[in-house]
């Protein structure tokens, strides 16, 4: 469609045959050299496109770890205000008199609502510790007193609490702080 007309003077020339020969392994050799860059170019740019879908896949997982994270710490922190909570009721219940109607219907109010926050504690899997006749154990024992070992306790052996230890799972929530026979 777009050819190019010879003039007079190029019919001679385009229509001899040894000039065409001789163009051929010059236009062969140059289109194998393009075809080799091309090629360089394409593998290139493969592993361009691998490394940058490792990279995506590589912070999607590191996104989804830290929203994880965020997620446990603040479940953490809001159970560590929910125990706060509860080691005031049972402050407040260890000190109810309860001589009176009035002072034994608060101080059943108070236990009802004691009840009702450990429940949901433990619907949310966090369970308090068994501590008391219990050898301590640092990874989930705070010792904060030392008592002189009785016919009852062995040294070694947590005879109170001072504050009780929860777990959420199988993790230390918060360890209990706790007596312990010397």
Known sequence: ????????????????????????PQTI?????????????????????LRAAADLE???????????????STRRSMLMVVLGVLDTLERAIAHTGGSTNEGQAIADGIRLAH????????????????????????????????VPVSETAQAGTVVGEVQRGYFAGDEVLRPARVRVAQ
């Open 29 to 49: 050799e140059s289109l194998q050299a393009d075809l080799a860059r091309l090629k360089s170019e394409v593998d290139r740019n493969w592993q361009q496109f």
């Open 58 to 72: 590589n912070y999607r997982k590191q996104a989804v770890r830290q929203r994880e994270e965020a997620v446990a």
């Open 115 to 146: 009840r009702q926050v450990l429940d949901r504690l433990v619907a949310l899997g966090v369970r308090p510790m068994e501590t008391i006749g219990r050898p301590f154990d640092p990874r989930v024992h705070e010792a904060v007193d030392a």
């Open 1 to 24: 469609m777009n050819e190019r007309r010879p003039t007079n003077g190029e019919v001679g020339a385009a229509a001899d045959p040894q000039e065409s020969t001789a163009d051929a």
